[in-house]
T-cell receptor, first 119, second 115 residues
């Protein structure tokens, strides 16, 4: 079973509107971390936001917020007031705790969502 | 400036010709890893290293080797490249600790084509 599922291969959003990118995860760990990365067409991976499994508040970073629903195992990224520069691939990733047996601090990535912002 | 540096950025090579992609970080991070990115598959971990002289396989290690002789460097070696290793490769580093919120810093990527 996939550990990270991003069900939207591609999405379009009008400039200045908000958009939600979906991410569901699968883990039996109690302690884990969830990340979102942005990959523009230039190729680099840019860290956006982090949510810990024990964090009671949803994470926010500027225009980015994470809608964390632990019982549903979802960690959706919300981008408010979309800008043309937000057009990129977005990856959701998870790092499980040492108890998972991985012990590797590995980031497990979803397949990504390509977001296109329309003027 | 904190960074992870990969070289080369672009490489076209022929099947069977050994190559090395270098990776260096200046943040004194213990943990380094290599990923490959393929369309529709996201990023998959190839190898990782918890510290000097400590390396282990990730999810897709076949056809690759790594070494960690110094803390800052973590080269990826393809002894006999094949066309199915054509991909975008990323090196990443992060500080090891009990906290999960350690951000991974990525290199700029190396686009490898094996013909």
């Amino acid at each position: 079973a996939q550990k990270i599922t991003q069900t939207q291969p591609g999405m379009f959003v009008q400039e200045k509107e908000a958009v939600t990118l979906d991410c569901t995860y699968d883990t039996s760990d109690q302690s884990y971390g969830l990340f979102w990365y942005k990959q523009p067409s230039s190729g680099e991976m840019i860290f956006l936001i982090y949510q810990g499994s024990y964090d009671e508040q949803n994470a926010t970073e500027g225009r980015y917020s994470l809608n964390f629903q632990k019982a549903r195992k979802s960690a959706n990224l919300v981008i408010s007031a979309s800008q043309l520069g937000d057009s990129a691939m977005y990856f959701c990733a998870m790092r499980e705790g040492p108890d998972s047996g991985a012990g590797s601090y590995q980031l497990t990535f979803g397949k990504g969502t390509k977001l296109s912002v329309i003027p | 400036e904190a960074q992870v540096t990969q070289n080369p950025r672009y490489l076209i090579t022929v099947t069977g010709k050994k190559l090395t992609v270098t990776c260096s970080q200046n943040m004194n991070h213990e943990y380094m890893s290599w990923y490959r990115q393929d369309p529709g598959l996201g990023l998959r971990q190839i190898y990782y290293s918890m510290n000097v002289e400590v390396t282990d396989k990730g999810d897709v290690p076949e056809g690759y080797k790594v070494s960690r002789k110094e803390k800052r460097n973590f080269p990826l070696i393809l002894e006999s490249p094949s066309p199915n290793q054509t991909s975008l490769y990323f090196c990443a580093s992060s500080s090891k600790g009990v906290e999960l919120n350690t951000e991974a810093f990525f290199g700029q990527g190396t686009r490898l084509t094996v013909v």
